[in-house]
């Protein structure tokens, strides 16, 4: 890769909560089979505490972990909200600033 395309290319992990398994499930494959992310990691056991319309809430959710590019991150979180079932799903960007290169060039591979 040229450094040009190498930054554009750059990966990026996502992160976003869903409320249970079939979910989690169906947007992980969502976002796989459409090649908009690489790979997604469904972690089960995570409790939300959050602020929502005027209350606290405390709830069992299951973490995505989603690994894409920067090239796709703007597409990743516009598919989550079209597909997600909360009305204001997380899709946060984080940046990868490093890891192995075989991976990352996986991760751009397969997200083309």
Do not use: F
């Not at 750059?10 to 992980?28: F, H």
């Amino acid at each position: 890769m040229t450094e040009a395309n190498s930054e554009a290319r750059a990966a990026v992990a996502l992160l976003s909560t869903a409320p249970d398994a079939d979910e989690a499930a169906r947007i992980a494959r969502t976002l796989v089979e459409e090649r908009l992310a690489a790979c997604v990691n469904i972690v089960p056991g995570v409790r939300s505490i959050y602020a929502w319309e005027g209350k606290v809430h405390d709830e069992g959710e299951l973490l995505l972990l989603i690994k894409t590019t920067v090239e796709r991150r703007d597409a990743v979180v516009a598919r989550i909200q079209e597909v997600h079932p909360y009305s204001c799903p997380e899709a946060v960007v984080l940046p990868v600033v490093g890891g192995s290169r075989p991976y990352l060039e996986w991760v751009a591979e397969v997200t083309r």
